[in-house]
């Protein structure tokens, strides 16, 4: 269910999810209801593809954090250099 294409790397794709939540929890979307007392097995299969989606979503957004802190990170040490050796002469 992840769609790359159409969210920024560093944001969730909220309308992705918003739209898993709808096809699994408006009514009358052609499913069973559990019965009291009995597994919702539907229910658990939702659950579980919902965190998939969002451990998905969380891991692109945690790269992208990783890939400009080291961005930052050097860019920093290459100005702290600059002015070190700048400030030598």
Partial sequence: MTQLVDCDPDNLDYNALKHLIKVNTTRDQATGIAIPG????????FEESFF??????????D??????????HRRLSEEFMRIYIQAKY
Avoid: P, S
């Fill in 63 to 72: 790269l992208f954090v990783q890939d400009k802190t080291g961005e930052v």
């Fill in 38 to 45: 009995q597994a919702d097995t539907a229910l658990q299969m």
């Fill in 52 to 61: 998939l989606e969002l451990h998905n979503q969380h891991d692109r957004v």
